[in-house]
């Protein structure tokens, strides 16, 4: 319980201490699970890879969040999958760091993290979780007061919440807190995440199934996705129509009345999603750290801070430096750097936590793997042995005697070249079971 509260219980004795206006601003935290940059309007690109759609209004409410604040228009996560993308923003810390090489592996124990800081900072912190894959188990839920992971759909062995659920208990949990007491909010929409069916008729596509997905997949391998791609018109809107169901509850959620110290938001997706960029793999996220997998919605808003685009690439690794710095915490935290002001970001380590355990080195030693910087991106994939790929975060070409290609080539081999050992984790059945479900674990 922070001081301010415990005056102001007091108003006749201590009335000049409460005269202050208090200082902190309530911090929300949003994380967009499997949420593509591209698919919020405000980025301004063919939303999920839908040129007819391009121009049209997918996300109003977090256009106009993004128009008020900050837009880090090439953002990335170093991990394609939810638990090591979380795992990175809560710790400040990369996949190698972490030690985390996919979901179901729990956050290890000396990390400190976001809440944790901002619990001793004076902030209550309180969650809300759309999916099991973040439960209580996977360790990042320290320094929270409260965490609330209550579930009501199951999928076979998979748990979520929907979107407005999680708004309607974050703003319970909004309601619940003391006066005056600023809080740390972190809310988890999951509802992106396939199978794609918002409530209520699609305004983008026809709502998808697993066996439509399975078939789909199937055409990609055989012919290409181009030879079924009206259905895959159709998946990318689906997914769309999921992402506008969540932009809709984002907006609920921020309409609530702001604290007296005002209010940071910070919204975020944790990592992208395919839809037919790749055949072979054409639905999904975990064994891809291309963009349409890992370039993700990035902003920030504050009392203060200038609206703003950011242009050069960042990764997620430094949201909670330049998130702890918003709210007057400029002390060194992980391994990240505040962004404020960045000219051109640092080297962004990017790591699939797919296909697969590989001992007696680093689980994901033999995965996909990629470096960004500025606007250039490498990516290698020693498990299907194809040499490095060059290329923009846009996705256009770069010539490979690009000395920047060649640099960002040499950081990516030296970031490789300091890996964590194999990780070995015990899971009861009902979790690996779950994991399965979601398509985290390879037997
Ligand atoms: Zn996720």
Same mark, same amino acid.
């Given at each position: 319980?922070?001081?301010?509260?415990?005056?102001?219980?007091?108003?006749?004795?201590?009335?000049?201490?409460?005269?202050?206006?208090?200082?902190?601003?309530?911090?929300?935290?949003?994380?967009?699970?499997?949420?593509?940059?591209?698919?919020?309007?405000?980025?301004?690109?063919?939303?999920?890879?839908?040129?007819?759609?391009?121009?049209?209004?997918?996300?109003?409410?977090?256009?106009?969040?993004?128009?008020?604040?900050?837009?880090?228009?090439?953002?990335?996560?170093?991990?394609?999958?939810?638990?090591?993308?979380?795992?990175?923003?809560?710790?400040?810390?990369?996949?190698?760091?972490?030690?985390?090489?996919?979901?179901?592996?729990?956050?290890?124990?000396?990390?400190?993290?976001?809440?944790?800081?901002?619990?001793?900072?004076?902030?209550?912190?309180?969650?809300?979780?759309?999916?099991?894959?973040?439960?209580?188990?996977?360790?990042?839920?320290?320094?929270?007061?409260?965490?609330?992971?209550?579930?009501?759909?199951?999928?076979?062995?998979?748990?979520?919440?929907?979107?407005?659920?999680?708004t309607d208990r974050a703003i319970a949990a909004l309601n619940a807190r003391p006066a005056g007491e600023p809080v740390f909010l972190f809310a988890h929409y999951y509802d992106a995440h396939g199978p794609y069916h918002a409530p209520g008729p699609g305004h983008f596509g026809a709502p998808t199934d697993p066996a439509t997905i399975t078939r789909l997949t199937a055409a990609c391998r055989a012919d290409?996705?181009?030879?079924?791609?009206?259905?895959?018109?159709?998946?990318?809107?689906?997914?769309?129509?999921?992402?506008?169901?969540?932009?809709?509850?984002?907006?609920?959620?921020?309409? &609530? +009345?702001?604290?007296? *110290?005002?209010?940071?938001?910070?919204?975020?997706?944790? $990592? /992208?999603?395919?839809? =037919?960029? @790749?055949?072979?793999?054409?639905?999904?996220?975990?064994?891809?750290?291309?963009?349409?997998?890992?370039?993700?919605?990035?902003?920030?808003?504050?009392?203060?801070?200038?609206?703003?685009?950011?242009?050069?690439?960042?990764?997620?690794?430094?949201?909670?430096?330049?998130?702890?710095?918003?709210?007057?915490?400029?002390?060194?935290?992980?391994?990240?750097?505040?962004?404020?002001?960045?000219?051109?970001?640092?080297?962004?380590?990017?790591?699939?936590? &797919? +296909?697969?355990?590989? *001992?007696?080195?680093?689980?994901?030693?033999?995965?996909? $793997? /990629?470096?960004?910087? =500025?606007? @250039?991106?490498?990516?290698?994939?020693?498990?299907?042995?194809?040499?490095?790929?060059?290329?923009?975060?846009?996705?256009?070409?770069?010539?490979?005697?690009?000395?920047?290609?060649?640099?960002?080539?040499?950081?990516?081999?030296?970031?490789?070249?300091?890996?964590?050992?194999?990780?070995?984790?015990?899971?009861?059945?009902?979790?690996?079971?779950?994991?399965?479900?979601?398509?985290?674990?390879?037997?």
């Open positions: 319980m922070s001081s301010t509260r415990a005056l102001c219980i007091l108003p006749a004795l201590l009335a000049c201490a409460c005269a202050h206006p208090p200082t902190k601003p309530d911090i929300f935290l949003i994380s967009l699970d499997t949420t593509r940059a591209d698919a919020i309007s405000a980025w301004g690109m063919a939303p999920a890879g839908r040129r007819d759609l391009h121009g049209q209004v997918i996300t109003p409410n977090l256009d106009a969040l993004a128009s008020s604040g900050v837009r880090y228009a090439w953002a990335f996560a170093h991990a394609p999958s939810t638990l090591a993308s979380h795992a990175t923003v809560f710790t400040g810390l990369d996949p190698h760091q972490l030690a985390i090489p996919r979901n179901g592996f729990p956050l290890l124990p000396g990390r400190e993290t976001l809440a944790e800081r901002l619990k001793a900072d004076g902030w209550a912190t309180t969650a809300v979780l759309g999916s099991s894959s973040l439960a209580r188990p996977m360790g990042v839920d320290r320094g929270f007061d409260a965490w609330d992971e209550t579930f009501s759909v199951t999928r076979r062995h998979r748990h979520e919440a929907t979107a407005t659920e999680v290409g996705c181009e030879s079924v791609e009206p259905e895959m018109e159709q998946v990318r809107g689906a997914y769309l129509d999921e992402v506008a169901y969540v932009d809709s509850e984002v907006g609920r959620l921020l309409a &609530q +009345p702001r604290g007296p *110290a005002g209010r940071i938001v910070v919204v975020f997706g944790d $990592h /992208g999603e395919l839809l =037919g960029e @790749e055949a072979k793999r054409p639905f999904g996220h975990g064994a891809d750290v291309d963009p349409a997998a890992t370039h993700v919605p990035l902003i920030f808003v504050a009392p203060g801070l200038a609206p703003g685009i950011v242009q050069t690439a960042v990764g997620l690794q430094d949201l909670a430096p330049t998130l702890l710095a918003l709210a007057g915490d400029t002390r060194p935290f992980g391994a990240g750097i505040d962004l404020a002001g960045i000219v051109e970001g640092p080297q962004i380590p990017m790591e699939a936590t &797919q +296909p697969g355990a590989n *001992a007696p080195g680093w689980n994901n030693r033999a995965n996909e $793997h /990629g470096m960004v910087q =500025g606007d @250039e991106m490498v990516i290698e994939a020693p498990w299907l042995d194809e040499p490095a790929r060059y290329q923009h975060v846009d996705g256009s070409a770069a010539p490979p005697d690009d000395p920047r290609a060649q640099t960002l080539h040499q950081g990516l081999l030296a970031w490789l070249a300091d890996t964590p050992p194999f990780r070995a984790v015990q899971m009861d059945a009902a979790t690996r079971e779950g994991l399965k479900a979601l398509g985290y674990v390879d037997e």
